[in-house]
Every structure is written in C-alpha cells, then in structure tokens.
C-alpha cells in the first residue's frame, strides 16, 4: 500500500494538489501562498553560500572561480572606459532615451543600463558583466553538483565560461549578450533542478524568457523548447499555463506599446531587413523572379555587389565575399534612397517579403548557406585577431568615433573618451588570450558528443540535457539563419553546451552529492551527505533516476 504522507508530500513537491484535494473548479486555480517553504530554502541557501560552507563543500570550484577573477580584474584595469563597437552607442542612447522604443534593437539590455545611468560609470557595467560571467559559472557547476557530477566534472564545465578570453571580451564590452545569457540560464536550470515546478516558477521561467526576447531577438524560440519539456515531464495544464501567460503577456506589452509607437504590432522594424540582408548570401533574382517593387532590393542592384561569381572553392573568395552587414549598413543600400528611406515599416515589409521569397524559392541554397556558417563557427573562428572573433586589440574598434557616439557616451557616462589600453595591464591580457581561449574543434566536440549522449541516455538524464542542448543550438543556429556569422553571438552557445554534455554524463546521483529542496522533498538544503536530511534526499534523488532508467 501507497503511504498517504509520502504520496501528499511527493505531490506537494511537483506543485500539485493531494487527490482528495482536487476540484472541479477551473479558474482561479488554487495555489498555496504559504510562504515557510521558500524562506526555509533561503535561509538553507545562505547558509551553504558562507565562505567555511563552500571551502567544505566546494572546495575546487571556489579554488577555481576565485582565480578566474584575474584576469577580469586585468581586463578592467587595461581597456578603459570599456570595450566598444558602434553598436556600444546605441544602446547607451537608448538607455538615455526608453521612450520611443527603437525601430532597430528591442530595450531590455537598455533597461538594465538605464536602471544602472544614475551612477555615470561604464565600469560599473562591465564590473557587473564581469560577476555575471562567473554567476554562469557557478550556475553551470551547481546544477550539475546537484544532479550528480563530481566536483571535478562540474568544475571542468564551468571553466570555459570562466576562463575563455572571448566570454571576458564580452563581458568587457557595452553589449547585451552577457546579460541574454545568464537570463536564459537561470531559466533553464530552474527546470533542471525542479523538472516538474511549482505554478511560481513556471511563471518565473517564462518571465525570464520573455525578458531574454527582448535583450536579443533569438530569445524568443527557446520558449518552444521549454514548452515542449514541460509537456514531456507532464507538469500539467496550470503550470504549462502559467509559463506561456509570464512570457507572452510581456512581450504583447511591448508589441502594443511598439504598435502605439510606429503602428506595427512588432517588437522592431528591422526583422525583415536583417533577413533579407542574410539571403544576399545565396539569393539568385533570376530564379525568385520578384515583382517590380522588389527588384531594387536583388543583391546585384546593390552597390559594390561583385560583377562575376566568386570562383568555385577559392579559399580567397570566401575569406573575402561580401557579408551581409556589408549589404545592410552600405551607404547606397536600397532601403536608404527609396521613397521612404531609413529603417522603418514600410522598408522592413518589403525586406521580409523578398526574403520570404527568395527562401520559397532556394530553400537548399538558404539551408547550405546557414550550414556552412555553423560549421564555419566551429572551425574558422579560432585565431582571427579582429573584433568580430572577440579578440582584445591594440586599436579601437571603432576610430574614429562620430560626434554622435561622443555625444551619446558622455550623455550615459560623463565620458567621451574612445577605448584605450593601460599599460602594463592591457599587455597581460594580450598574453592571456593567446593561449586561453575555448578552440571552435572542441565546441564542435562538446556539441556533438552532447547530442550523441542525449539520444542515447534520453530515458534517463538525457531529456535534462536535452533542454540545454536544444538551448544551446537555438543560440547557435538562429542568428545564423537570421542575420549572419558572428562569432559573439555563438559565444551564447557554450555555457548551454557545455552543461548538456554535463548532463548527458551522469548515469547516477554520486554519493554525497549536494541536492536541492526539490529533489529532496525538504526545506532545508544539504551541503554534505553528513548534513541533516540528506540521506533521505540523496534516497529521493537515486529514485527518480531509476525511475527514469
């Protein structure tokens, strides 16, 4: 026989009610506010965050994170005020300025900057990006501590986050995509560690979700990947419910206050024009035969377009064809001398229907055009010295700067000064990225052996690291398919990958393992398998992976 107290309990812990609790009403569901759970788990938290707890207990990866500061701390002390590209500028101008929402980037990296202008320091930025790198690092190695890696495995996963000279690139610049990071891998690993949540953190992760759509647009398909978990760990229609309302509700929010704005129910006016410049790639008019409004928009009539195809497997062809931002931002590009010039609706419509046509019309050119750049991800990214590969240089990316970027930094930060190197500091970090860096054969290594096991271990913990994975190829795919190459944006990819693989590698919880509340079915959390409560935890934990098997 079933015993009551373990079966109220064990439905306590998926976030659903007792049997004999259920009703027949549909709306409002019922949800306990009891707060003492969540404060018990706080408190736990804390109490194994203290410096002795996590010298016990974590001993490695403290080690670890702790060295990783360095070259942080070198990074900020050599490139001063940060690290820019002309996008840097952008965004500060539209932290100054939240209303009206731009028609080319979405506000959410903005809005972190905006909440972060009353201090006047671009070194706060990047400070604050610094601790976000090692928070994924430390993400990274407490899921994984808590499903069952060993410290040193969970350590290892973590260490291209924290170490890798391109993710410190990052972090040092006035960009959005260490902040889109941790996002979605907060949300991702609240589904790892609670795989059947509570109504809350249902809503929590769509938050989040919604938030990471509106700091990159990429953001936004990872919301179908966790959909489809939940449905495979059959969380139930109100948690599934509450998820997809916490993410669309905002991002409509937006849309409508974008529609107010410019009449478009978007979140930009530049999706199409991003899409179009992408098939520039492989786009024949000759084949698409587009009417005459978009004939103007064919990649031969634009300016600078080569008058001969590139020959066939010219190594030199392809390090030096035209890219898509070399079409989108070209001076003479048609959307900026047609009847209504700039980025706009009218221009972004035409953009997306020529774009649609011409994949309509070449789908295998547009899928081998997307493929070869993923593979070029993997294996033409590795010792370019240019920014584009998150490279530290002497000279600043963008010199000179326009009146405009002066103007926009000095409005932000109370600066006007270009990025400059400080000596000795920014000679160390030339030294340091040239041996440390995560090489693109080993991310393609990762992906590939994390796809292999998560196929093979899917009964198991391969659903888990499926959901990474699928997050991690999202990141890598997508921009790609969108927009082009660059290498900055797949940087988003390897956190995720490298916790799949993570994932994908364990066959049992470890003893000892540190556990969570939710696998424990306790409030309280277990640092040690000497603590209190973690023998039952560690009990609870074994069972759901044999159940899983």
């Known amino acids: 026989m079933t015993d009551l107290g373990t079966s109220q309990r064990r439905s306590a812990d998926d976030g659903s009610a007792p049997e004999r609790q259920r009703g027949w009403r549909l709306w409002p569901p019922q949800t306990s506010w009891d707060l003492q759970p969540v404060v018990a788990w706080v408190r736990g938290a804390a109490a194994s965050l203290t410096p002795a707890a996590l010298w016990r207990n974590h001993r490695l990866f403290s080690v670890v994170a702790c060295v990783s500061v360095i070259p942080r701390v070198i990074a900020a002390l050599g490139f001063k005020p940060a690290l820019f590209i002309q996008d840097s500028f952008s965004y500060m101008k539209q932290s100054v300025e939240l209303l009206p929402l731009s028609e080319l980037r979405p506000a959410g990296y903005p809005l972190m900057l905006h909440l972060l202008q009353p201090f006047h320091s671009l070194l706060l930025v990047t400070t604050l990006q610094h601790l976000m790198g090692i928070g994924l690092g430390a993400i990274i190695y407490g899921v994984l ?68 759509s509106v700091i990159r647009g990429n953001g936004a398909p990872v919301i179908v990947l966790i959909l489809a978990f939940l449905l495979i760990q059959r969380v139930g229609w109100k948690v599934l419910t509450a998820c997809l309302a916490a993410f669309a509700i905002p991002l409509a929010t937006y849309a409508l206050i974008f529609f107010a704005e410019y009449g478009q129910l978007n979140i930009t006016n530049s999706t199409g024009l991003f899409l179009w410049s992408r098939t520039t790639s492989f786009a024949n008019c000759a084949v698409i035969k587009p009417p005459a409004s978009l004939v103007p928009l064919c990649p031969e009539n634009q300016p600078d377009h080569p008058a001969l195809p590139a020959p066939a497997w010219s190594i030199d062809a392809l390090l030096t064809e035209r890219t898509p931002a070399d079409y989108l931002w070209d001076p003479g590009a048609w959307y900026r001398v047609d009847a209504h010039p700039g980025i706009n609706a009218y221009n972004n419509s035409l953009a997306m229907q020529f774009a649609e046509r011409a ?62 190197v400080v000596q000795p500091w920014a000679y160390f970090m030339f030294l340091y990225q040239l041996p440390v860096w995560f090489p693109g054969w080993v991310f393609f290594l990762v992906m590939a052996a994390g796809l292999v096991l998560v196929i093979r271990r899917w009964r198991g913990w391969g659903r888990y690291a499926g959901l990474a994975w699928g997050v991690a190829a999202v990141n890598l795919v997508v921009p790609i398919a969108m927009v082009e190459l660059d290498y900055r944006y797949a940087l988003s990819a390897v956190p995720f990958a490298c916790l799949a693989l993570g994932l994908a590698c364990i066959r049992k919880p470890a003893p000892g393992t540190m556990v969570t509340p939710a696998a424990a079915g306790t409030p309280a959390v277990s640092g040690a398998a000497g603590t209190p409560g973690a023998a039952g935890a560690q009990a609870a934990l074994t069972a759901e992976a044999s159940e899983a098997d």
């Open 359 to 420: 994949i309509l019309a070449q789908p295998l050119d547009y899928l081998t055009t997307v493929g070869k750049e993923v593979l070029l991800t993997f294996f033409a990214t590795d010792r370019p010295d240019g920014y584009l590969s998150g490279h530290f240089t002497v000279a600043p990316h963008v010199d000179p700067m326009a009146p405009y970027m002066r103007y926009w930094e000095n409005r932000y930060a109370h600066a006007h000064s270009n990025t400059h």
């Open 145 to 212: 501590r808590t499903r069952g890696l060993p410290a040193w495995g969970a350590t290892l996963a973590a260490v291209p986050t924290l170490f890798d000279s391109r993710q410190i690139w990052l972090e040092s610049s006035i960009l959005p995509d260490t902040l889109f990071t941790l996002v979605l891998m907060i949300a991702v690993a609240i589904l790892i560690v609670r795989p059947k949540p509570a109504i809350w953190q249902a809503a929590i992760v769509g938050l989040l979700v919604s938030w990471a």
